[in-house]
């Protein structure tokens, strides 16, 4: 086990990142098409094609998920994706053609330091997000990095660098599960002002540090901390969880929505007005059924657990963005703290 949604077989994960605009693209490809659903919570949310994986919809299965940066300027990525997913011979036949299947979800870093040219001159400067897209499907393996890369590389907390974060488990049957998480969250994922995570219960073996939570949690560990006081500001952390268990895309969605309360376990506050929190839940289908109610739950319930700690790694194993005033990153904060 890598700690990584890649532990899920079926699955490949590829970022690409703009490093001068501050952000980037992080696919998740499947080596054959795959069963999905998505549940969104956020208030804010901007996707593509996510209509199509709810269960009343015709979409039987999907090639990809991009997750982006840029905001609405980032759904070009689905675009770039699409094309080298076609030059993989990837893709589902619809009447004569095959199209290949990449729904998408972004997140909000356009105002993170980064030069983003597109934004003074739109007629004079393409956003990077095609080429990015296409050139994370085309980095796709089982190895990646965590942290300032991928979609994750502009991402922000309220209190700390967000950044690209993952982590996998095993259910009692057998069942592998993983979360993919580029935290950009218009809350915090650490306690008050200090080091320790809200995730921290469901923590395994140091993957964020060991630091527990506070022996004491006051009301000053419970007041809000959110991006832009007093103004509101525009974040979201998107996400997706995947198994090889075989589900239903009715099941996938229920998956969605118990995943989705991982970001709960991870963030405060969460699922807010300028958050777009949104999940995907997918089936490689390669190990056997799930639905039966009780294994459903496990998988839900470790699926969250997955995604909070992802979320947590995100922020643990991010570096601070090279600009005046960026937000500064946990490690460089506190990574002298010890337990």
Same mark, same amino acid.
């Given at each position: 086990?890598?700690?990584?949604?890649?532990?899920?077989?079926?699955?490949?994960?590829?970022?690409?990142?703009?490093?001068?605009?501050?952000?980037?693209?992080?696919?998740?490809?499947?080596?054959?098409s $795959?069963? /999905?659903?998505?549940? @969104?919570?956020? *208030?804010?949310?901007? !996707?593509?094609?996510?209509?199509?994986?709810?269960?009343?919809? &015709? $979409?039987?299965?999907?090639?990809?998920?991009?997750?982006?940066?840029? !905001?609405?300027?980032?759904?070009? /990525?689905?675009?770039?994706?699409?094309? $080298?997913?076609? !030059?993989?011979?990837?893709?589902? #036949?619809?009447a004569?053609?095959?199209?290949?299947?990449?729904?998408?979800?972004?997140? =909000?870093?356009?105002?993170?330091?980064?030069a983003?040219?597109?934004? %003074?001159?739109?007629?004079?400067?393409?956003?990077?997000?095609?080429?990015?897209?296409?050139?994370?499907?085309? /980095?796709?393996? %089982?190895?990646?990095?965590?942290? &300032?890369?991928?979609?994750?590389? *502009?991402? @922000?907390?309220? @209190?700390?660098?967000g950044?690209?974060?993952?982590?996998?488990?095993?259910?009692?049957? *057998?069942?592998?599960?993983?979360?993919?998480?580029?935290?950009?969250?218009?809350?915090?994922?650490?306690?008050?002002?200090?080091?320790?995570?809200?995730?921290?219960?469901?923590?395994?073996?140091?993957?964020? *540090?060991?630091?527990?939570?506070?022996? %004491?949690?006051?009301?000053?560990?419970?007041?809000?901390?959110? %991006?832009?006081? #007093?103004?509101? $500001?525009?974040? @979201?952390?998107?996400?997706?969880?995947?198994?090889?268990?075989?589900?239903?895309?009715?099941?996938?969605?229920?998956?969605?929505?118990?995943?989705?309360?991982?970001?709960?376990? /991870?963030?405060?506050?969460?699922?807010?007005?300028?958050?777009?929190?949104t999940? =995907?839940?997918?089936? &490689?289908?390669?190990?056997?059924?799930?639905g039966?109610?009780?294994?459903?739950?496990?998988?839900?319930?470790?699926?969250?657990?997955?995604?909070?700690?992802?979320?947590?790694?995100?922020?643990?194993?991010?570096?601070?963005?090279?600009?005046?005033?960026?937000?500064p990153?946990?490690?460089?904060?506190?990574?002298?703290?010890?337990?």
């Amino acid at each position: 086990m890598r700690n990584l949604l890649t532990d899920v077989p079926g699955v490949l994960v590829g970022n690409a990142e703009d490093a001068r605009a501050a952000t980037g693209v992080t696919v998740a490809v499947f080596e054959q098409s $795959a069963v /999905a659903s998505v549940a @969104t919570l956020g *208030g804010a949310p901007g !996707s593509r094609a996510v209509t199509l994986l709810e269960p009343g919809m &015709t $979409a039987r299965a999907i090639d990809a998920v991009v997750l982006s940066g840029g !905001s609405l300027w980032g759904l070009d /990525a689905a675009g770039g994706a699409s094309a $080298a997913l076609a !030059s993989q011979g990837r893709g589902v #036949p619809f009447a004569g053609v095959v199209l290949p299947m990449a729904v998408q979800a972004i997140l =909000f870093d356009l105002t993170n330091g980064g030069a983003k040219d597109w934004l %003074k001159e739109p007629l004079a400067h393409r956003p990077p997000y095609w080429d990015l897209g296409r050139d994370a499907v085309l /980095a796709a393996g %089982k190895e990646f990095r965590l942290g &300032t890369v991928g979609a994750g590389y *502009g991402g @922000t907390t309220s @209190t700390a660098k967000g950044g690209l974060g993952s982590a996998s488990a095993r259910t009692a049957q *057998g069942f592998t599960v993983g979360a993919l998480a580029a935290v950009n969250a218009v809350g915090s994922a650490l306690v008050g002002d200090g080091p320790h995570f809200w995730a921290a219960p469901y923590e395994r073996d140091g993957e964020f *540090g060991g630091l527990g939570w506070p022996a %004491k949690m006051g009301p000053e560990a419970l007041a809000l901390r959110f %991006k832009g006081q #007093p103004m509101p $500001a525009t974040a @979201t952390t998107i996400a997706m969880v995947a198994t090889d268990a075989t589900l239903t895309k009715a099941e996938c969605k229920r998956l969605a929505i118990m995943a989705n309360d991982g970001l709960s376990k /991870a963030l405060r506050p969460v699922h807010a007005p300028n958050d777009g929190d949104t999940v =995907f839940a997918v089936s &490689t289908g390669r190990a056997g059924p799930a639905g039966d109610p009780p294994l459903l739950t496990e998988l839900g319930t470790l699926a969250a657990d997955c995604l909070a700690r992802a979320v947590a790694r995100g922020v643990y194993e991010a570096t601070a963005l090279p600009f005046a005033g960026a937000v500064p990153d946990w490690k460089t904060r506190f990574g002298s703290v010890r337990r």
